[in-house]
């Protein structure tokens, strides 16, 4: 089983960035999947999570409608596509499996889960 997070960088403040999350291993369809970020000295922090069944998506109070979750079930894939990105939002991203859906997507307790992203938002 793995899940691959890749795309972040080195952004300023009010830029974008796409991650992706890449999975293999396991059936897709059978789990909801979640990004959750954890900074320096800080607890992780749940982002975002998508469901399997029908796409139902869910973001933490801080996106504000700044991020929107997709899936590619044929490709395996699932991205968080970040706009007007804060220097508040700089952690590590990884995504997460969760076969309980998404109603703690919090980075703790789920299914599976890989190694994460940077992202560096600079003011």
């Known amino acids: 089983v793995q899940l691959q997070a890749s795309g972040g960088g080195s952004v300023r403040s009010g830029g974008s960035l796409i991650l992706s999350c890449a999975t293999s291993?396991?059936?897709?369809?059978?789990?909801?999947i979640g990004w959750y970020r954890q900074a320096p000295g800080k607890n992780r922090q749940g982002v975002s999570c998508?469901?399997?069944?029908?796409?139902?998506?869910t973001h933490a109070w801080f996106v504000n409608g700044r991020f929107a979750i997709s899936r590619d079930n044929t490709k395996d894939v699932v991205y968080l596509q970040m706009n007007d990105l804060k220097p508040e939002d700089t952690a590590v991203y990884h995504c997460?499996?969760?076969?309980?859906?998404?109603?703690?997507?919090?980075?703790?307790?789920?299914?599976?889960w890989g190694k994460g992203t940077q992202v560096t938002v600079s003011s």
């Open positions: 997460a499996a969760y076969s309980r859906g998404c109603s703690d997507y919090s980075g703790y307790g789920m299914d599976y």
């Open positions: 291993g396991f059936n897709l369809d059978d789990y909801a």
């Open positions: 998508i469901r399997n069944r029908d796409g139902y998506t």
